[in-house]
C-alpha cells in the first residue's frame, strides 16, 4: 500500500491551490505556503497545516521543517525570481524531491541547473494530474475523464510480471479495463487476454479513481 508522504506546496493560486486539494483527496499530508495571509487563512481548514512564510527566506522555510518533507512542490505564480530564489534554497537543504512549475522554456531551463527535479508547465486546473504523478511512482501519466474516471499509464510492477492479462482479472475484481500494453517500440491495444507481462511493461488503464487506487494499491507493492 502507498505510504502517507508529506507534501510542502509552495504558492496558493489556482496551479497551488489545485495540487493541494488533489494531495488531500489522496489523504496525503500537506503543508501549505505562501506569503498572503488571506489564502493561508483560505487553506487552512482545507490541508494538514498551512503557514504565513516569505519562501525565499531560508531560516524561515527551515523553522517549518521543510528539509524534512518528501516532496516539496514549487506552485509560485509570475515572480520568477522568488520561483529560482525557493528551489535553490531547497535544493542546499537536501529536500528530497522538487517540483518547480515554469513560466517559460528559459525559467526552465535555470531550474533544471539548479536543483529542480521535475519542472511543469502548468496549464489551468491540471493540478490533479501532477499530484497523482507525485504521490504515486509507478503513474507515468494521468488523465481526468471525468470527476470520477481516469486513464491512466502505469508501470507494470513486480506481482505482474509473469502473469497473463486474464490472471490479472482487473475487470473482475477492479471494475478497471486493460486498453492497450506498451512494450519498447510495440504497443498492444485491446490486448489478448494470453498476453504475458513483463518487466518495464506499460498498461494503459481505464476505469474509476477509487478502483484505480485499490489496482495500484495490489499490484505495486
Known amino acids: 500500500m502507498r505510504s502517507k508522504k508529506q507534501f510542502a506546496v509552495i504558492g496558493l493560486g489556482r496551479f497551488g491551490g489545485s495540487i493541494c486539494h488533489a494531495l488531500m ?12 495571509k488571506e489564502k493561508v487563512e483560505e487553506f487552512a481548514s482545507i490541508v ?7 519562501s525565499t527566506d531560508e531560516k524561515a522555510l527551515k523553522k517549518r521543517g521543510i528539509q524534512n518533507f518528501d516532496h ?3 506552485a509560485i505564480g509570475d515572480n520568477i525570481l ?13 529536500v528530497e524531491k522538487i517540483t ?5 522554456h528559459y525559467h526552465e531551463k535555470v531550474l533544471n541547473r539548479i536543483g529542480a527535479d521535475s519542472v511543469v508547465h502548468p496549464e489551468r486546473d491540471i493540478g490533479v494530474r ?3 504523478q507525485v504521490v504515486s511512482e ?9 470527476d470520477k474516471y481516469s486513464i491512466v499509464e502505469m508501470v507494470a510492477g513486480a506481482k505482474m510480471v509473469g502473469k497473463t492479462i486474464v490472471e490479472l482479472d482487473f475487470r473482475a475484481t477492479y471494475g478497471c ?13 485491446s490486448p489478448s487476454p494470453d498476453l504475458v507481462m513483463k518487466e518495464k511493461d506499460i498498461l494503459i488503464i481505464i476505469g474509476a479513481d477509487d478502483d484505480i487506487g485499490r489496482l495500484e494499491n495490489h499490484w505495486m507493492d
Not at 48 to 54: I, S
Not at 82 to 94: K, Y
Not at 177 to 189: F, G, M, P, Q, S
Open 48 to 54: 494538514t497545516k498551512a503557514v504565513v512564510a516569505d
Open 130 to 132: 501532477v499530484a497523482h
Open 82 to 94: 522568488a520561483s529560482i530564489l525557493t528551489t535553490i534554497i531547497l535544493d542546499d537543504l537536501g
Open 138 to 146: 509507478s503513474v507515468l501519466e494521468y488523465l481526468e475523464v471525468s
Open 72 to 74: 516539496v512542490i514549487v
Open 177 to 189: 479495463n486493460i486498453l492497450a500494453v506498451k512494450r519498447e517500440e510495440d504497443v498492444y491495444v
Open 100 to 104: 518547480v512549475k515554469a513560466q517559460n
Open 25 to 36: 483527496k489522496e489523504k496525503m499530508e500537506v503543508l501549505a505556503i505562501d506569503q498572503d
